[in-house]
């Protein structure tokens, strides 16, 4: 496909929300807040990836990442607005998906 034709915006965006994992650590944090190791147990990535994946998302502001100054401190990460503003998307993603692609098996 001839790239010249495709909106530069575009095509970031895709970028971005089509890197391995970053879909489902979205989805993941539209519930809420969570904490690091509660994002990792949810879905199956190492922790390197997953770590490597918020830095991403924090640069693109998609992310927040809040420290809290508790003993032992304690960080959590949540979307941002621009991250809130997936919502739409990544929902009918998700209802596109149990309409039509099987389960793996």
Sequence with gaps: MDQSNLCPRFLNGMDL??????????????TG?????????ALPISGRLLSERFKELELEGIVARHVYPEIPVR?????????RALEP?????????QNWIEPAQ
């Design 17 to 30: 929300i089509s890197k391995r994992w970053t879909g489902l650590i979205i989805y993941q944090l539209l």
């Design 33 to 41: 807040p969570q904490r690091f190791c509660a994002v990792q147990s």
């Design 75 to 83: 960080i959590e990460y949540s979307l941002t607005e621009k991250g």
């Design 89 to 97: 998307i990544i929902r009918e993603i998700q209802i596109w998906s």
